[in-house]
């Protein structure tokens, strides 16, 4: 027997076109303009966002720049601009914050709110939501628009938010929900994809309200554990909590890069590494949390293979290398992890042609104030072990100073040797599921 309908009072906020909105705002010679936001100004560059004039005209996310341009003549492209955006998300994300004490980053351009107890019902919700997109129009950019969903589970208000872009806001509680989901496809919902939905259609179901009406037997038998959770989603029924900001840490913190020609031509390949571990330890830091192991990939450029379009490279394909170090004890200072990157690279590459780096860090955890002998962790292969214990204890105390500077003056303050000579190689990036980074005032 399913659970009751829930209870609870959740709320989805989402951005809407926002990187596209945000370089709109900051530049006013680009509002009503076809946008595209790239990841490189290059014609095979990826369109990571579009405005909304531009989705109007045709421009979808994930074409090249070169497709982007030929589907809308006239559009206008820039290059993605992480700083910026994680600034505003900050001060969007502050004034979110108000409205509970129960709030999930879900990713750079939206979050779930729990307003249960908060609020009386769905119609306060919405008169306080609205009050903060007008603080948002008013206080952080006039061309900054968003969605609101409002429901009982955090699946309902992320489809509710959904329904009417851009700025809509859409309550979904039991009395309209059925009607909702009549009017919806199968794969208009979070987690139903183009192979979820044949397996519905050939069990039978051709619409989400005759999903959320089938047994739930005959779900589990097909999909196990998921159908129940399927069902329990489409019948209002609550198994995902709103997960708070604090506790909303990442798993895994990784930099990865599409090594251009000049970088092998100029012999850059080993200070992009460092550069991209650097990048990636930064960020971990700024988290208060320490790796146990770190993975690199490394992608050879192959004569005569070409990758196909739309996939990514894998090690796993035979085009490159793939390893992951273990530490042995929890670390986050420059040297060891910029060290444990080296070390693999001198060992596995062999002057090819690389055409991809990346860097992750996982197994994170924060420091649990025990006494730690960091210089066990890593020993540098080209130091003898006497040089390793003498400068063993300094590692994490140099870099906390290293740290301090770069804070104060920017990231390009002090840095390894070998990394001066490089240029726009590895630069910041941010992705639509990152929130490493977004300050929020009322968590400091």
């Given amino acids: 027997m399913l659970p009751p309908f829930s209870k609870k009072l ?21 509002r009503g303009k076809a946008l595209g936001v790239c990841s490189y100004l290059h014609e095979y560059g990826c369109v990571i966002a579009a405005s909304i004039e531009a989705k109007r005209a045709g421009m979808k996310v994930g074409m090249t720049m070169k497709e982007a341009r ?43 709110l729990d307003l249960t ?75 139903i994809g183009s192979r979820i939905r044949k397996r519905l259609e050939r069990m039978g179901y051709k619409t989400l309200l005759e999903v959320k009406r089938a047994p739930i037997g005959n779900l589990m038998r097909v999909f196990g554990k998921q159908g129940l959770y399927l069902s329990c989603k489409l019948n209002g029924m609550e198994f995902e909590k709103v997960v708070n900001a604090r506790s909303n840490l990442p798993k895994s913190i990784g930099h990865s890069y599409c090594v251009p020609d000049r970088v092998n031509r100029e012999g850059k390949i080993e200070a992009t590494l460092m550069r991209l571990t650097e990048r990636a330890g930064r960020r971990m830091r700024n988290l208060g949390m320490r790796a146990l192991q770190l993975s690199i990939s490394v992608g050879f450029r192959v004569p005569g293979f070409v990758v196909p379009r739309g996939s990514f490279w894998s090690p796993l394909a035979g085009q490159g290398v793939f390893a992951t170090k273990h530490f042995g004890v929890p670390v986050d200072d420059s040297f060891s992890l910029v060290g444990g990157a080296l070390e693999f690279l001198r060992k596995e590459w ?8 990346a860097v992750t860090l996982f197994d994170l955890s924060r420091p649990t ?15 003898n072990d006497s040089v390793n214990d003498r400068l063993g ?9 290293m740290e301090m ?21 590895a630069p910041d990036r941010i992705g639509f599921r990152k929130t490493e980074g977004v300050d929020v005032t009322l968590l400091q």
């Fill in 10 to 30: 959740i709320a989805h906020v989402d951005m809407n076109s926002y990187f596209a909105s945000v370089e709109q705002q900051a530049n006013p010679f680009l």
């Fill in 70 to 112: 030929e589907r809308v003549p006239g559009s206008v492209f820039v290059q993605n601009d992480p700083p910026k955006y994680r600034a505003v998300t900050s001060r969007v994300f502050t004034i979110l914050h108000e409205l509970t004490d129960s709030m999930e980053h879900y990713s750079i351009d939206e979050a779930f």
């Fill in 117 to 191: 107890n908060w609020y009386r019902d769905s119609a306060e919700a919405a008169w306080a939501l609205t009050r903060a997109r007008a603080r948002i129009r008013d206080e952080v950019g006039e061309w900054l628009r968003c969605s609101i969903g409002i429901a009982s589970t955090r699946f309902l208000a992320k489809t509710a938010s959904d329904l009417e872009k851009p700025n809509g806001l859409v309550i979904i509680d039991k009395y309209n929900l059925d009607e909702v989901l009549a009017g919806l496809d199968l794969e208009d919902v979070c987690g």
């Fill in 350 to 357: 062999k002057e090819e042609l690389v055409n991809f780096l």
């Fill in 369 to 383: 104030g025990q006494l730690c002998f960091l210089d066990q962790a890593f020993t540098y292969p080209t130091w």
């Fill in 393 to 401: 204890d300094k590692r994490h105390s140099v870099s906390e100073a």
């Fill in 405 to 425: 500077i770069r804070n104060r003056y920017g990231e390009q303050a002090i840095m390894f040797g070998s990394m001066v000579s490089l240029s726009n190689e």
